[in-house]
């Protein structure tokens, strides 16, 4: 969340000001609520007002009170309570993280299942060295998935695009968005994240992952489904917004003055725990999910809901590994039970070694180390804070343009087109861009002689057939086998040489993160492909972003920081050579592409501690940890010197009610504390009271005068007494 330093950058003339208690202004009619600041001309954009269609969307908004109303009824009833065990609480967190955990192994294995289907129906003809054809094939089955992704969330469940995240962290500080926790938005959203991320689409499953979480916790505290017709009362007591009022006593508690928060229910510590569920669940990281959920998702904090989450995070992600470790691409393949470094970690750092498995290495490391860690940490600031402005732009475009159609099902149809054209953009890319790369040498980790003769496959170093074991090429899209290729024949001479933007641009992200991380590659790439990849995918992975298809951002802002890594440690190997001696083998592209991951993943989300966990359970490399810490600090204070984080913009940017941690708005061009103000400041003498019985005439002339979100309600017993306050009405 955006700090009082990187407010400063926003001041007029590069001076911070303060408005005193003496110089406050009419807050209700001056100041506005929505206002933005512009990093172009250092003022606020919007001090005059904010858009009517923006506006009447925060009118929309409606707050939840996670606080226990403590009337009269309410004491009663709590005084009758005896005290109980929270068996049951720890019991549904258990299992909210059992399903995120089966959920989370479901979405990789479907995706991994659709990418290696559309490699192997397209392998025939990259074979044959027939590019036209690859992308006509490749084009057209992502355009069957993308047109049924896109068309999940226009149609069936719109709050499901992007990702979710946005209005999970909306409701959970309090703001009450319909429709985000139904059986339509958990089935669309599903099936749209699996279909966007098996097309191609520079997209992951992770923000649509923390979504799914969440939807399966709120769920799961109220084991019922108007839609499935589900009603089971076993979870009874947690039908309230604090987790602390059955439904029978909420309705007593409902003619109570101070209970207007009940009205809805709401399990705010399932949601919670279900959002970091599914980050545990998609990254193997119980850890980083419970850190991921303190630092961005919640609002309120507490060590009994600290341990929920944490036992909630550690069932997700010990089921998910428990059915990766047997099954894969939904065949049986034993070991039950049986953790495998290699498949449960998913960047595992490594060398390329000749044989089957990969052998761990961790780089010996120097103090010149955090010179580069610096750099790439300013470098991911600057970049991450451009990728925010750019995707803020990009989006307030587009929503522009979808605002000018009048027709909601031609709105609609305009958004899917839209995802159909930054599919289009992106194969197209992925398909050509590497056909025109001049020839590179093969850098496929050959076995050696004897290993291969024990598997009856003879090295015959005088004909011109290459034998590659357990070796998937980018451009292939074959089953990991012995494959034997003619090195001689022209149809593969094209593959051979541009297999380099091939592996960058052509694999999914999770793959090219993994060629990226490894140690011991030098020269793995070269810097047209890598600077090629670069630009591509951080071109397309800001403009995939918002358009209407399920699909997160981790991933691609992970390939974006570990491409310039790789390119700073490859310049580094350009000056120092590659040092094979232990005080210079911290001279590595793999180390420093896994510090520039880090640090653009900061530079546009902001996160810090959280992040530096994920990167140390993803990569299970603890010995660049010191590495990972400074850059990811420098990359949070250089974009925050710049904008706000990605989540908090786009929070401003959709209308979601969000107060920050530091109440700083801006007014007449000076930065205005609201801490200076009581609640008496944003309210009016001539207050518009409702009675308990009005005229629609009345109402109709009410809400047509004024602009208010609710209106207080009164009752007078007796013509001789005052009027009583009984609550609030909405609009």
């Known amino acids: 969340m955006p700090s009082f330093l990187s407010c400063k950058r926003y001041a007029e003339g590069g001076e911070e000001q303060v408005l005193l208690a003496e110089e406050r202004p009419d807050l209700i009619e001056s100041l506005d609520s929505r206002c933005s600041s512009s990093t172009e001309h250092g003022t606020c954009s919007g001090t005059a007002s904010c858009k009517e269609k923006e506006r009447e969307s925060l009118l929309v908004q409606e707050s939840l009170n996670y606080l226990p109303s403590h009337s009269k009824v309410y004491k009663e009833w709590l005084q009758s309570q005896a005290y109980r065990m929270d068996w049951d609480r720890w019991l549904l967190m258990g299992l909210i993280g059992i ?3 089966t959920l989370g192994f479901l979405i990789h294995q479907i995706i991994d299942y659709l990418i290696e289907l559309k490699w192997e129906l397209v392998e025939s003809h990259i074979q044959k060295g027939n590019f036209h054809m690859t992308w006509v094939c490749i084009l057209g089955i992502g355009l069957a998935m993308i047109i049924a992704s896109s068309g999940l969330v226009v149609f069936l469940c719109p709050t499901g695009a992007p990702s979710g995240l946005l209005e999970v962290i909306g409701f959970l500080n309090g703001a009450s968005i319909q429709h985000i926790f139904n059986i339509r938005t958990f089935v669309g959203t599903f099936i749209s994240c699996v279909l966007a991320v098996g097309s191609g689409l520079f997209c992951g499953p992770e923000g649509p992952m923390i979504h799914l979480g969440a939807i399966i916790g709120y769920g799961f505290s109220l084991f019922k489904s108007e839609l499935l017709g589900i009603h089971l009362p076993s979870f009874n007591r947690f039908w309230n917004s604090a987790d602390n009022v059955p439904v029978v006593e909420m309705e007593k508690l409902s003619h109570c003055s101070q209970s207007v928060g009940y009205v809805k229910a709401v399990r705010r510590n399932f949601v919670t725990a279900g959002a970091g569920a599914g980050i545990a669940s998609v990254f193997h990281a119980p850890m980083g999910g419970l850190l991921f ?6 609002s309120f904090w507490d060590i009994k809901l600290a341990w ?5 995070c550690l069932m997700a992600a010990f089921t998910a590994d428990l059915l990766s470790s047997s099954l894969s691409g939904f065949v049986y393949r034993g070991q039950f039970g049986f953790f495998k470094a290699e498949s449960r970690i998913l960047f595992w750092v490594c060398t390329k070694q000749c044989n089957i498995a990969c052998v761990k290495n961790l780089l010996d490391m120097s103090v010149l180390a955090f010179i580069p860690a610096i750099f790439l940490g300013i470098l991911g600031g600057l970049l991450g804070a451009f990728f925010v402005f750019l995707n803020i732009k990009i989006n307030k475009l587009r929503l522009g343009f979808f605002s000018t159609i009048p027709k909601a099902s031609l709105r609609k149809t305009a958004k899917l087109l839209e995802a159909v054209l930054v599919l289009v953009l992106t194969v197209t890319s992925t398909v050509y861009l590497p056909y025109f790369f001049p020839c590179t040498p093969m850098k496929f980790p050959l076995m050696p002689e004897q290993a291969l003769k024990s598997e009856k496959h003879p090295v015959d170093t005088k004909s011109a057939h290459l034998y590659i074991k357990d070796v998937k090429p980018a451009m292939v899209g074959v089953k990991q086998k012995t494959i034997r290729f003619d090195i001689t024949n022209p149809s593969l001479c094209s593959l051979f040489h541009s297999f380099e933007a091939a592996a960058l641009l052509a694999e999914n992200g999770m793959k090219g993160i993994m060629y990226l991380f490894r140690r011991g590659t030098h020269e793995e790439f070269g810097y047209s492909s890598l600077f090629t990849a670069l630009i591509f995918y951080f071109l397309l992975s800001c403009l995939t972003a918002g358009s209407a298809v399920a699909s997160g951002l981790v991933i691609p802002m992970l390939y974006i920081g570990a491409l310039y890594g790789r390119i700073i440690g490859l310049m580094l190997v350009s000056m120092f050579g590659i040092q094979t001696d232990e005080w210079g083998a911290w001279i590595d592209p793999g180390l420093f592409a896994s510090v520039g991951a880090a640090s653009f993943f900061s530079g546009v989300s902001r996160l810090t501690i959280s992040l530096t966990v994920i ?6 490399d603890v010995q660049s940890l010191l590495l990972i810490m400074l850059a990811v600090m420098v990359a949070k204070m250089v974009g925050d ?10 929070l401003k940017l959709k209308c979601i009610p969000y107060l920050d941690a530091e109440p700083f708005v801006c007014h007449r061009k000076k930065w205005l504390n609201l801490e200076l103000f009581a609640a008496r400041d944003v309210m009016k003498l001539c207050v518009r009271v409702l009675r308990v019985k009005e005229s629609i005439a009345f109402l109709a002339q009410l809400l ?7 209106f207080p309600v009164v009752y007078k017993s007796k013509p001789d007494q005052a009027e009583v306050f009984l609550g609030t009405i909405t609009r």
Do not use: K
């Not at 929920?308 to 909630?312: I, S, V």
């Not at 047509?704 to 609710?710: D, E, K, L, P």
């Open 99 to 101: 399903v995120v955990g």
């Open 293 to 298: 959920t303190l630092e961005e998702v919640a």
């Open 308 to 312: 929920q989450t944490f036992f909630c």
């Open 615 to 620: 990167m140390v359970e993803l990569t299970n």
């Open 641 to 650: 010197w710049f904008n706000m984080s990605l989540y908090s913009s786009l």
């Open 704 to 710: 047509a005068n004024t602009s208010h979100s609710g």
